[in-house]
């Protein structure tokens, strides 16, 4: 019902009820006008809400309408990186409308739509036009171009909705990061996510008190970057199904880049398949093999159950009726640092049971590997463990080098923290740290064990797994890892994980780095082989050299203390009875 209508109702209602004409004639006593006013007053009533009713019922799709279109434009704060570089930000956009009962010819609007707005379903669009509805989107997310040409176009029926648009400034490259947010501007995945109540601001976009605001990354793009091409890189070498990689600051936890690939375009998630939007940094749960060993050693010399020179019987090793082999078999009486630097799996097994469940089960609560990763993102995964009710010597002995537990890489990372800073244990972040503000971490190693795990780590670059991540005069240590992936119940001896840990410099290192590749193939320039020494050893050694360059890192003088005391080592690499 319009409001002519209306009007004429009332004209009506007024004409026939106030008019004394119409009824004086009948009314021949006071108490007979009395009680036909009372009842003309009750009709009036009756008929007024009825045609207020009329009213809000004719109005409601005008009212609906006007609800979608006056909603207030959120702010939704920027992202920026450690330098102020912006990673993400709003921009003014805008959608195409129309009001179908407006439009005078839908066929011809359609056809000159076509000529000037590109991916138009003509059919949909002319179903739409045609339609009995007052409200129908055209084309959300118009450029500026297409906006002009509509406007003049000059067709009736036709409007647009001033909207806000999340621009990710770097694309792909921070995906697994920042993330991104639906139509509405909520967040997600990423950090726009596990931020959206901090970064959703319910105030309209006029409204200046909110310049300045931000929310500052730990994230340097740059390394980031270098992270993402260098991983990228040996993707074209080695064809792994996944790869991860972490580069963090063990001083203080940040992390300076983070990359899962494949990875995906966050202006456009609903195209990605589901491989690319799993973030295998933090989501995937994995058994790391080797990378293991540093942890169990460390656990060892820190509770003084071995010492750096012990030696174990590596010529032969059964528990519980399972017999431990190495990769290559060493026969006779080796210290820890051979064992270490081989990578042997018989003698971490011994240091282990040496070690005992109480002790481990104490370092893992210390080292926060038996909880979920507190980092700033949605998409985490549970460390897996066996029950400790379950514990034995066997499982003992094959967590010591990284089977029958699952943990993401990131949270690998922050465990390696302690072992390689001195012993303090920061949790990781992707927030960049406020310098006015103590840092707070909490000790889990002594400085000396740490010391001599840098000592350790060293050896595996120089004469162990890790040669290939070597820098020159920078001092990179490290420790591979491979390990076999399981299914159907048992271990498939043709598909692994394979990873290498690396910090530069050994000395006291101010990065460490993590990269993970999930089934690399081997080839000729690695001569078929495709652990971790020989497919992510030469990623990290790759990402250090660039990192030295970007910094402007100085070379490590030969002969300072710090190099001294690094290849002080006053134990035989290998002792035989």
């Known amino acids: 019902m319009n409001k002519k209508n209306i009007l004429f109702l009332l004209q009506s209602l007024k004409s026939h009820i106030v008019s004394k004409s119409l009824f004086e004639w009948e009314l021949s006593s006071s108490t007979t006008r009395a009680r036909v006013n009372f009842i003309l007053l009750g009709f009036l009533l009756i008929f007024i809400t009825l045609i207020i009713r009329l009213i809000i019922i004719a109005g409601s799709d005008y009212i609906s309408t006007k609800n979608i279109l006056q909603t207030k434009l959120i702010h939704r704060l920027d992202i920026i990186d450690r330098n102020n570089n912006l990673l993400a930000v709003n921009l003014p956009g805008s959608s195409l409308y129309a009001s179908p009962r407006k439009v005078i010819d839908p066929e011809d609007a359609v056809n000159k739509l076509l000529s000037v707005v590109q991916g138009l379903d003509k059919n949909k669009v002319l179903s739409d036009l045609k339609s009995n509805k007052k409200f129908v989107w055209i084309k959300r997310d118009i450029t500026p171009m297409e906006h002009e040409k509509i406007y003049n176009l000059g067709m009736p ?11 990710y400034t770097h694309g792909n490259l921070l995906s697994h990061v920042v993330g991104y947010v639906g139509r509405d501007m909520n967040g997600l995945a990423g950090v726009e996510k596990y931020y959206d109540k901090f970064l959703t601001l319910q105030r309209e976009i006029d409204d200046r008190s909110i310049l300045g605001e931000s929310l500052q990354l730990s994230i340097d793009v740059r390394v980031q970057n270098i992270l993402s091409e260098e991983i990228d890189n040996a993707i074209k070498k080695f064809n792994p199904k996944g790869a991860a990689g972490i580069i963090a600051d063990p001083n203080t936890g940040e992390i300076l880049a983070l990359v899962s690939k494949p990875d995906f375009d966050p202006h456009n998630p609903g195209v990605a398949k589901p491989e690319s939007l799993f973030n295998m940094s933090t989501q995937g749960v994995y058994e790391i093999g080797s990378s293991m060993k540093g942890l169990t050693v460390a656990i060892g010399l820190d509770t003084n159950t071995t010492t750096v020179n012990d030696v174990y019987d590596l010529s032969y090793m059964k528990v519980n009726g399972f017999q431990v082999k190495d990769t290559y078999p ?14 042997s799996n018989i003698g971490v097994s011994q240091i282990m049971l ?19 990763l507190k980092i700033e993102l949605a998409e985490r995964a549970r460390p897996l463990f ?19 537990i699952s943990i993401s890489p990131a949270h690998f990372v922050q465990a390696m923290i302690p072992l390689v800073n001195g012993g303090i244990l920061y949790p990781l972040t992707l927030i960049k740290r406020d310098n006015k503000k103590p840092l707070i971490g909490e000790r889990v190693f002594q400085e000396s064990t740490s010391s001599e795990m840098r000592k350790l780590m060293r050896l595996v670059v120089t004469e162990g ?22 299914h159907a119940g048992r271990y498939d001896t043709n598909k692994r994980i394979a990873s290498f840990f690396g910090i530069m410099p050994a000395t006291n290192p101010k990065y460490i ?33 660039r990192l030295a360059a970007l910094y402007g890192i100085q070379k490590i003088d030969k002969d300072s203390d710090e190099v001294i005391e690094l290849n002080n080592i006053e134990y035989k690499i290998k002792h035989e009875t």
């Open 354 to 372: 040496e070690i005992g469940k109480n002790n481990l089960l104490d370092y893992l609560r210390k080292l926060k590997l038996l909880e979920p």
């Open 513 to 545: 780095i993590y990269i993970v590749y999930n089934n690399p193939i081997g080839i000729k320039e690695s001569f078929g082989f495709a652990g971790g020494g020989w497919t992510a050893a030469p990623t990290v050694g790759a990402v250090f050299k």
């Open 465 to 486: 797994t890790g040669r290939k991540a070597e820098v020159e005069d920078y001092y990179v240590g490290g420790k591979s890892g491979t390990a076999y992936i399981a």
């Open 330 to 343: 060493m026969k006779g009486w080796h210290s820890v640092p051979h064992i270490f630097l081989k990578s």
């Open 386 to 404: 066996p029950n400790f009710a379950r514990w034995n010597d066997l499982s003992l002995t094959t967590m010591s080098y990284g089977y029958g």
């Open 157 to 167: 029926g036709f409007s647009f909705e001033r909207e806000q648009k999340r621009i």
